[in-house]
């Protein structure tokens, strides 16, 4: 899995791409998170549009980002969730737990 962050405007965007599968990924995701907190980012999106699978290990680093930014005061919302990855949320009932959103520009502006 690769990973970048942006910043459009206040909101602060990590890029996925590849495969979330757990490993050190899990751990990559979660430090990012932490390092945009302590900067004092407050509005977070995953944009998952170059995610291909993810598996429970995957869906757990997504749940753990999330905890991690509510936890300081934060919020973190997905955006471009591939259609595979959508049936996973749906499956797993955690579609109810994340706010999704389909392009970034959707999930940045529902922080305003």
Known sequence: MALKTEMHGEVAVIVLKGKLMG????KILHDTVKDL??????????????VKW??????????GALTTARNNEAD????NTTEKVESLFM????????????????AAASFD
């Open 37 to 50: 907190i302590e900067k004092g980012k407050r509005k977070i999106v995953v944009d998952l549009a170059g």
């Open 23 to 26: 490993g050190p990924d899990t």
């Open 76 to 79: 973190l919302k997905l955006a």
């Open 91 to 106: 499956i797993t009932k955690l579609i109810t737990v994340f706010d999704t959103y389909n392009s970034v520009i959707e």
């Open 54 to 63: 993810m598996n429970s290990t995957g869906l757990g680093a997504l749940m």
